[in-house]
């Protein structure tokens, strides 16, 4: 990983007493402390609540994961956010996404590969991360589809990858 260019310093951890508890958190959760949350750790509030909230948004929602990872690769390549993009070819590849799939959704090519659920989704991503209005039509589409629950888990989801991207691209956080 490339921290050189990292915009403010690195929490290395266990480094400090007082973030035993959000790393060891972190650590249940992801399995190590990335870039990001060596990042992220600079402020023990936003560390604890990011993790917790995108905790929530990957692992406790109702989203499908192959779902879930094509909105997250999609929010990663419109904000141009590598290191975003990078960490989850990964797990869309695991959620079951085809390597072909993850490619179109790099090169920005969402035609008849994909089913029309995915383009629908993947058209909210669009606007949710490009316009960030959402063209009422599209909404009423997206209701006759999903209940209010899946609309909000769907729309948090892209929120919070937006979030996540801006940060990493605002920080230069990247491999």
Do not use: C
């Not at 399995?31 to 905790?55: D, F, K």
């Not at 991207?165 to 491999?175: P, Q, Y």
């Amino acid at each position: 990983m490339n921290s050189d260019q990292v915009r403010v310093p690195l929490v290395v951890p266990g480094a400090n007493p007082h973030l035993k508890e959000v790393e060891t958190r972190i650590l249940a959760e992801r399995g190590r402390i990335s870039l990001l949350y060596q990042v992220l750790l600079n402020s023990e509030p936003i560390a604890a609540g990011w993790e917790q909230m995108l905790t929530a948004v990957r692992n406790k929602t109702s989203v499908l994961p192959n779902l879930r990872e094509m909105m997250i690769l999609r929010v990663a390549v419109l904000n141009e956010a590598e290191f975003e993009y990078e960490a989850h070819v990964p797990h869309a590849l695991k959620a079951g996404v085809p390597q072909e799939k993850i490619d179109l959704i790099k090169f920005m090519q969402l035609g008849e590969d994909f089913t029309d659920q995915e383009r629908l989704l993947l058209r909210l991503t669009d606007h949710m991360t490009r316009d960030v209005k959402v063209p009422e039509e599209l909404m009423k589409t997206l209701l006759s589809y999903y209940s209010s629950k899946e609309i909000v888990e769907i729309v948090a989801t892209i929120a919070a990858y937006n979030m996540v991207s801006r940060f990493l691209v605002a920080l230069n956080i990247s491999h």
